[in-house]
């Protein structure tokens, strides 16, 4: 069955640092892979996501992520990270369109002034 | 450990029909979020509810209606069901006061034909 790491619970950075959230996934095939933010109380916010072609992802908020196949992982990163970046983010992977996504357990960022 | 429990698994219904899918969040989580993916979508924000109040509002259709009773279980209701209805709708729950404990359910998957 499919799995979902994220090593760290907890991240604390001060702002304007940089940041590597870390997601591992267990998978017979290149799955879809997503991260997701979520603030208190609100709904999870697609940050970006990949399918195919290029390893390396844009998203919002200056967010950006790379698929590593050989290491199983898809890391997402931001060069300075902002206050209201403050945030429970989550890694997902899917196999198929339809099919349950897979959740990480989350990495809760907090940002120091 | 306990999961979120949703039911049921699957729902087949006709066009102009009602629906009623229910969650069951993990004991002592008192936020229920819900989500629709469709096929080739991403899982779409719809509503959240905490504490049986609804707590945030994304793109949830007029036709649908949801709500949170003593128990935390919610509840979301479909009617006048249409073709693009068909999605696979899951809830998640958490502790609103912990940034962690964010746990998805299976799924319902609803066919509208």
């Known amino acids: 069955a499919q799995s979902v790491t994220q090593p760290d619970i907890h991240i604390t950075v001060s702002e304007g640092a940089s940041l590597e959230l870390r997601c591992n996934y267990s998978y017979g095939a290149t799955p879809y892979l997503f991260w997701y933010v979520q603030s208190p109380g609100q709904g999870l916010q697609l940050l970006l996501k990949?399918?195919?072609?290029?390893?390396l992802v844009q998203g919002i908020k200056g967010f950006e992520a790379e698929f590593k196949r050989s290491q199983s992982s898809f890391n997402l990163r931001k060069p300075s990270v902002h206050w209201s970046d403050a945030a429970e983010y989550f890694c997902?992977?899917?196999?198929?369109?339809?099919?349950?996504?897979?959740f990480g357990p989350g990495t809760r960022l907090s940002v120091l002034p | 450990a306990a999961g979120v429990i949703q039911s049921p698994r699957h729902l087949i219904k006709e066009k102009r029909e009602t629906a009623t899918l229910k969650c069951y969040p993990i004991p002592r989580h008192d936020t229920v979020y819900w989500y629709q993916q469709g096929p080739g979508q991403d899982p779409q924000f719809l509503i959240s509810?905490?504490?049986?109040?609804?707590?945030d509002k994304g793109s949830i259709p007029d036709r649908f209606s949801a709500q949170q009773f003593s128990d935390y279980h919610s509840e979301l209701n479909m009617s006048s069901l249409e073709l693009g209805d068909s999605a696979l709708y899951f809830c998640?729950?958490?502790?609103?006061?912990?940034?962690?404990?964010?746990?998805f359910g299976s799924g319902t998957r609803l066919t509208v034909v």
């Open positions: 509810f905490y504490e049986k109040m609804q707590s």
């Open positions: 997902a992977v899917g196999y198929n369109y339809g099919q349950n996504f897979v």
């Open positions: 990949y399918f195919s072609g290029d390893t």
């Open positions: 998640a729950s958490s502790l609103a006061l912990k940034a962690r404990g964010y746990t």
